[in-house]
């Protein structure tokens, strides 16, 4: 064995986290090798919080520390819009706008036939439970523009429609500072159909 | 590493890494080949949105002698953007290219398989979606394999069957028995109308596959014979067929 074993161990562990190989794995198990005890301590602190402390809102499932979730309790939002997005990132992607007032539902995954990921394994019951029971005048489809949110975003309408609930889903379009030659056909399409009247 | 240029409809697509992506695509030239288009997740990556599942593109590649080719460039030829828009037709298209992906071997060309793969979405695209047009698919699928089941004599002791009695398909045998077979074999019950179907959907032109239907006893007795013949062939479930049948 070329490193000890407790260094080998936390690179192996680093190596587990998403777009770390051997190398950055050996780099931050190095680095916390060097730093203070009191810093290592603060680190294992902060893991050990995080998993801890965090769980899911039981109303629109967005990561929290407190239940309900900092958004689900602000009366201030409005509560008949909801916005369903695939993951916590997602929402966050869309708070950071500052322009959106309403709630959110996170469904925590999206539909992929092809992978066997069914209506049962993302939380679209407890969106239909939360539309059926609450005065909800309006759902934002926020999922990706990918064949997976597509399909997330068409079964769900589906489900919606019969409630007479108004059922939007995000402009698509061309992305602000590109140029339009370099656009593909299919995200021009999608822009020419949803232009807005200046 | 030769630079190969071909037409492929997109099979399906996994992320690798943080922005790339590992596509299967379907080509009449090459058959079903993988290959990895770096940056294919970034918002202005060259590859646009061509990249999608059900695409229909013109691709250029590094072929690598092992392992998976090099996406260069892509260019749209046609988005199926109706299929996308309507959850019957998605779903019915995500089974088509799932069971392609299922039935076919990489780098096994078959011309035949992907033009009936074409058709299908471009019917599936134009019109009005009917689940018969699935069942014409699967046979017709099965035909260009080599999978199909045998209609036209026992397949124990090869005596030519008339079809006017009960009908028994046996999915180990891997098609009709006579009644004298039957008794020892068994297997699950088909009436005329349907082996009708099955025989005529595989000899019928691709443009007049719409006059061919099915009543709704018929209907469940192909749909059920072949996907127990399709899974007795690939040895495994076809995850989109689980999805079509929920809606």
């Known amino acids: ?198 | 590493m030769p630079l190969q240029e071909t037409q492929a409809l997109v099979l399906r697509t996994d992320n690798l890494g943080e922005a790339d992506k590992i596509v299967t695509l379907f080509s009449p030239q090459t058959g079903k080949i993988k290959g990895v288009a770096n940056g294919a997740r970034r918002p202005k990556s060259r590859f646009g949105s061509s990249l999608e599942v059900l695409s229909y593109i013109r691709v250029v590649y590094f072929a690598q002698p092992k392992g998976l080719h090099r996406l260069n460039q892509t260019d749209l030829v046609d988005y199926f953007p109706k299929i996308r828009v309507e959850l019957p037709k998605l779903a019915a298209a995500l089974y088509l290219v799932d069971l392609v992906n299922s039935l076919t071997e990489q780098e096994d060309s078959n011309p035949d398989l992907f033009n009936l793969l074409l058709y299908n979405l471009k019917i599936i695209n134009q019109g009005n979606f009917e689940p018969v047009l699935l069942r014409i698919f699967e046979i017709r699928a099965l035909t260009v394999l080599g999978f199909a089941p045998q209609f036209e004599k026992c397949t124990i002791c090869k005596k030519r069957l008339d079809f006017l009695q009960k009908n028994v398909y046996n999915i180990l045998c891997g098609g009709i028995l006579c009644l004298e077979c039957a008794k020892d074999k068994g297997g699950i019950s088909l009436s005329c109308g349907s082996i009708n179907f099955l025989k005529q959907a595989v000899k019928i032109d691709l443009d007049k596959i719409g006059r061919l239907k099915l009543s709704a006893n018929q209907a469940q007795e192909v749909k059920q014979l072949l996907h127990q013949h399709i899974l007795y062939n690939i040895k495994q479930e076809i995850n989109s067929y689980r999805f079509l049948e929920k809606l």
């Open chain 1, 1 to 198: 064995m070329i490193y000890s074993e407790s260094l080998q161990e936390l690179i192996k562990e680093f190596k587990k986290m998403p777009g770390i190989g051997e190398k950055n794995a050996q780099r931050l198990a190095f680095y916390v090798l060097q730093i203070s005890n009191e810093q290592a301590q603060k680190l294992s602190m902060a893991i050990i919080n995080l998993k801890t402390r965090i769980r899911y809102c039981s109303i629109c499932s967005n990561l929290t520390e407190v239940d309900p979730c900092a958004i689900c309790h602000n009366p201030s939002r409005d509560h008949s819009l909801i916005c369903v997005v695939e993951d916590p990132k997602a929402l966050i992607a869309i708070e950071k706008t500052g322009q959106y007032k309403g709630v959110y539902h996170v469904l925590m995954g999206t539909l992929s036939p092809l992978d066997n990921i069914g209506p049962d394994d993302i939380r679209i019951k407890e969106l239909m439970t939360r539309v059926e029971k609450n005065d909800v005048k309006e759902v934002i489809m926020g999922t990706s523009p990918n064949m997976e949110g597509e399909t997330t975003s068409l079964y769900i309408a589906r489900l919606l429609s019969p409630l007479g609930i108004k059922i939007t889903r995000l402009a698509r379009g061309v992305p602000i500072g590109t140029d339009i030659e370099y656009a593909d056909e299919i995200t021009l399409l999608n822009a020419l159909e949803g232009r807005t009247k200046f």
